[in-house]
C-alpha cells in the first residue's frame, strides 16, 4: 500500500515541474512579443534623401534625419516624410505677345526643400505644386506681353532668368530652394511658324536675286573689256599687218627694180599681186573645207585691183609730201 503512496507523489511532482516549465515558456514568449511590439512602436528608420516629421500629440515636436531613429511609443507619431531631393515640375504656359501673337512656352522649374526649412515646407504650403506654377503665370503674364515674336525668341534666356529670381523670393519663405528654371522652347501658332519661314524664304531669295544681279553684272563688264581690248589687239594687229605688208611691197619692188633695171614701180606691183593671187587660189583650193567664194576673180581683175591700190599707195606719198 506504502508503495503505491509513494509512487502516487512522484507521478504529482512530475506534473508540478512540467506546468511551471510551461508557465516559465509562456512567459518568455509573453515579454518576447512585448519587447517586438516596443520595438516596433519606438524604432523606425528613414531612407536617404529624407526626412521624417515627429509630432506629439499633434505637436511638431522634431526631424528625424535618415538611419535608424527612435521615437516615444504612442505619444510620438510619423507624421509624414519630406523629400530632400530635386524635384522637377513642367509647365506649359499660354500668353499673347506684343504683336499680338499667341506663344505657348514649356517650362520646367527644377526644386528642393531646405533641410533647414522642413517645417516650413511641410506645414506652410498644402499644395507646393500650384504655389509654384501660380507664380510662373505671373511672372511670364508681366513680361512676355511686352515684347515682340522675335524679342521673346531672343530672350528665352532672359525669361528664365526672371522667373528664377521671382520663384527664389516668393518660395524660399516656404522652405523651397529654386534649383533652376528652363524654358525649354517658345512654339507659336502653326500659321505663324509658316509665315515666319516664308519671310525668311522671301528675304533670302531677294539676297540671293541681288548677288545674281551683281555677278552678271560683273560678267557683263568683264566681258565687254575683254571685247574692247581683244578689238583694240585686233586692230593693232591688223594696222602691224599692214604695215609689214606695205614694207614688204616697198622692199621687194626696191630688190626687182635694182635687179631688173627700167621697170616701173606699177609693173612690179602687178607682177607681185598676180603672185599673191596665185598663192591665195592655191591654199584655197588645198583646203577640203572652205566656204570661200571669189566674185571677179578672172586675171583681168586683178589687174584693175592693182592699179587701185597703186594709186592708193602713190596718193598717200602724196600727202606725205
Not at 519587447?35 to 512602436?41: N, R
Not at 531672343?154 to 524654358?183: C, P, R, T
Not at 635694182?258 to 583646203?287: C, H, P, R, W
Amino acid at each position: 500500500m506504502v508503495k503505491y503512496v509513494r509512487y502516487a507523489f512522484t507521478i504529482l511532482n512530475c506534473a508540478g515541474k512540467r506546468r511551471s516549465l510551461v508557465e516559465s515558456l509562456e512567459s518568455i514568449v509573453i515579454v518576447a512579443v512585448l519587447l517586438v511590439i516596443l520595438a516596433y512602436l519606438t524604432l523606425f528608420t528613414v531612407n536617404t534623401s529624407q526626412v521624417a516629421i515627429i509630432t506629439r500629440f499633434g505637436k511638431f515636436q522634431r526631424a528625424a534625419t535618415d538611419g535608424l531613429n527612435w521615437k516615444w511609443p504612442i505619444i510620438d507619431v510619423v507624421a509624414g516624410r519630406v523629400s530632400l531631393r530635386v524635384n522637377q515640375i513642367s509647365l506649359t504656359m499660354e500668353t499673347k505677345t506684343k504683336d499680338n501673337v499667341f506663344v505657348t512656352i514649356p517650362i520646367s522649374v527644377q526644386h528642393q526643400v531646405r533641410p533647414e526649412r522642413v517645417f516650413d515646407a511641410y506645414y506652410k504650403l498644402s499644395n507646393p505644386i500650384a504655389q509654384i506654377q501660380a507664380y510662373v503665370e505671373q511672372v511670364i503674364l508681366g513680361h512676355v506681353p511686352g515684347m515682340t515674336l522675335d524679342e521673346v525668341f531672343a530672350s528665352q534666356s532672359g525669361i528664365a532668368a526672371a522667373v528664377k529670381k521671382e520663384l527664389d523670393a516668393d518660395m524660399a519663405g516656404f522652405g523651397y530652394e529654386i534649383v533652376n528654371v528652363l524654358v525649354t522652347d517658345i512654339v507659336p501658332d502653326d500659321k505663324v511658324k509658316s509665315a515666319m519661314n516664308d519671310i525668311n524664304a522671301a528675304q533670302r531669295e531677294q539676297v540671293a536675286a541681288a548677288a545674281r544681279g551683281e555677278a552678271e553684272k560683273i560678267l557683263v563688264v568683264k566681258r565687254a573689256e575683254a571685247e574692247a581690248e581683244s578689238k583694240a589687239l585686233q586692230g593693232a594687229g591688223i594696222a602691224n599687218q599692214r604695215k609689214a605688208i606695205i614694207e614688204g611691197l616697198q622692199n621687194s619692188i626696191e630688190q626687182f627694180q635694182k635687179t631688173v633695171g627700167g621697170t616701173s614701180a606699177s609693173e612690179v606691183m602687178q607682177l607681185v599681186l598676180v603672185t599673191q593671187y596665185f598663192d591665195t587660189l592655191k591654199a584655197i583650193g588645198e583646203n577640203d573645207k572652205t566656204n570661200t567664194l571669189f566674185l571677179s576673180h578672172a586675171p583681168g581683175a586683178v589687174r584693175d585691183m592693182s592699179d587701185q591700190i597703186l594709186q592708193s599707195i602713190l596718193g598717200a606719198e602724196k600727202a606725205k609730201t
